[in-house]
């Protein structure tokens, strides 16, 4: 059983595009991100939803949009994909009443945008 | 903010004991220190966590002096499967009950045959 889920593992677009990442999880975690890793390996924090609300949003463009249905899944849509959109995209979990850091991650979903 | 520094990188044989040192010097007091290990094409795994002097598990020792502003993660006679990049993270209160969990560069580990 796989803990923390994405859906594309990979994909490849045109830019002006606008896509989207699906991420569950599985393990009962009140607390889920979104993490960029560019091409030199920086993972930065984009989004973290805290039981469906949003308690961390980095500055990141408003093309960016995280959506949580309900707090097992933190779905995120790209509008007007540019060619710096491309990167691997992380979605993690946690319980925050175990401490703040103790993240699962899921595989990560390469996006390439053209 | 908690700012992490740690080296870019290590080239180690198999069979020897790794030790990367990671400096966090506005660590908070309430603060715990955790690493995680990254694989090519996975994402970061949840390693060892502490808040002060020695953590052990099945994988890894974590030491933590007195004054908390440095980590050092121990790898016990590391073979080619611990090649990989280690990340040292601390998180930034950023305020209003939320912190900033910005993993910092990473160091990656070359373990040689």
């Known amino acids: 059983d796989t803990a923390v889920s994405q859906t594309p593992k990979y994909l490849v677009t045109q830019m002006g595009n606008d896509k989207s990442i699906k991420c569950e999880q599985n393990?009962?975690?009140?607390?889920m991100y979104w993490y960029k890793q560019d091409s030199k390996k920086f993972l930065k924090i984009m989004f973290s939803?805290?039981?469906?609300?949003?308690?961390i949003n980095e500055t990141v463009p408003n093309r960016f949009s995280p959506k949580s249905p309900d707090k097992a899944h933190l779905n995120l849509h790209i509008n007007s994909l540019e060619l710096g959109d491309s990167a691997v995209y992380f979605c993690a979990s946690s319980l925050l009443n175990t401490g703040p850091n103790v993240l699962t991650f899921g595989a990560g979903s390469r996006l390439t945008v053209l | 903010l908690a700012k992490t520094t740690q080296p870019i990188s290590m080239d180690s044989y198999e069979g020897q004991e790794v030790n990367i040192t990671c400096s966090h010097n506005n660590i908070a007091t309430n603060d715990y220190i955790t690493w995680y290990q990254q694989f090519p094409s996975q994402g970061p795994r949840f390693i060892i966590q502490?808040?002060?002097t020695k953590v052990t598990n099945e994988v890894a020792s974590l030491f933590i002096p007195a004054d908390r502003k440095s980590s050092t993660l121990s790898l016990p006679r590391v073979s080619l499967s611990d090649t990989a990049v280690y990340y040292c993270l601390v998180p930034a209160y950023s305020g209003a009950g939320s912190y900033q969990l910005t993993f910092g560069k990473g160091t990656k580990l070359s373990v040689i045959p």
């Open positions: 393990l009962g975690h009140d607390t």
């Open positions: 939803y805290n039981n469906k609300e949003l308690i």
């Open positions: 502490g808040y002060k």
